[in-house]
Nanobody, 118 residues
Framework: QVQLVESGGGLVQAGGSLRLSCAAS????????MGWYRRAPGKQRELVAE???????SYADSVKGRFTITRDNAKNTMYLQMNSLKPEDTAVYYC????????????WGQGTQVTISS
């Protein structure tokens, strides 16, 4: 069982920055993929960015060049640096951990609200 706790959300003006953190209750060294998802009001949850255990990253087209995902295995924490924020980035952001060993496991955090004012 892996518990994930997000932090760092808040209210900022368009053009500003935020850094989200996702702290895991256990070592993230062996977590295959960690990712950030978001759900905006009235919309489906979407993948924002993900990072593999090997450090490979991928991003949604809407955030490429503005967001950066990183993971610090020593601190058991994943981050999402968000720059040049836009009102359309407003959403609840969720941390996800995917582990595949003898079975597949998906773990989610409780979410953190990000609100961008125009």
């Amino acid at each position: 069982q892996v518990q994930l706790v997000e932090s760092g959300g808040g209210l900022v003006q368009a053009g500003g920055s935020l850094r989200l953190s996702c702290a895991a209750s256990t070592s993230i060294f062996s977590i295959n993929v960690m990712g950030w998802y978001r759900r905006a009001p009235g919309k489906q949850r979407e993948l924002v960015a993900e990072i593999t255990s090997g450090g490979s990253t991928s991003y949604a087209d809407s955030v490429k060049g503005r967001f950066t995902i990183t993971r610090d295995n020593a601190k058991n924490t994943m981050y999402l640096q968000m720059n040049s924020l836009k009102p359309e980035d407003t959403a609840v952001y969720y941390c996800n951990a995917y582990i595949e060993t003898y079975a597949r496991f998906n773990y989610w955090g409780q979410g953190t609200q990000v609100t961008i004012s125009s």
